[in-house]
């Protein structure tokens, strides 16, 4: 059993940064591959970035490469995304996930837990 717990969203202009934090409790983090995704209003949750149970392998979708960092501290049960140049197109509910293998990472049923999300809102 895995809790999830993000913070860090907000509201931010355009060109703004954010960086989210996602907590767990329940097992041994360093057990889980990390995941973040994003639901926007009327439409479907979309993958952002995920990191492996190490912090050696990461990805990331196509919208947010160069802009956002996925990183985790293991010893903190913690995984973070570091995003900056916000777009208004980055504003979505964003949800951290675990999952005990570093595979499906893109996809949400990749995930066995998943936290309860984080408002994070860009302005034009």
């Known amino acids: 059993q895995v809790q999830l717990v993000e913070s860090g969203g907000g509201l931010v202009q355009r060109g703004g940064s954010l960086r989210l934090s996602c907590v767990a409790s329940g097992r041994t983090f360093g057990n889980y591959a990390m995941g973040w995704f994003r639901q926007a209003p009327g439409k479907e949750r979309e993958f952002v970035a995920a990191i492996s149970q190490s912090g050696s392998s990461t990805s990331y979708a196509d919208s947010v490469k160069a802009r956002f960092i996925i990183s985790r501290d293991n010893a903190k049960r913690s995984v973070y995304l570091q995003m900056n140049s916000l777009k208004p197109e980055d504003t979505a509910v964003y949800y951290c996930?675990?999952?005990?293998?570093?595979?499906?990472?893109?996809?949400?049923?990749?995930?066995?837990?998943w936290g309860q999300g984080t408002q994070v809102t860009v302005s034009s």
């Open positions: 996930a675990a999952d005990a293998r570093y595979i499906n990472y893109s996809t949400t049923g990749g995930y066995d837990y």
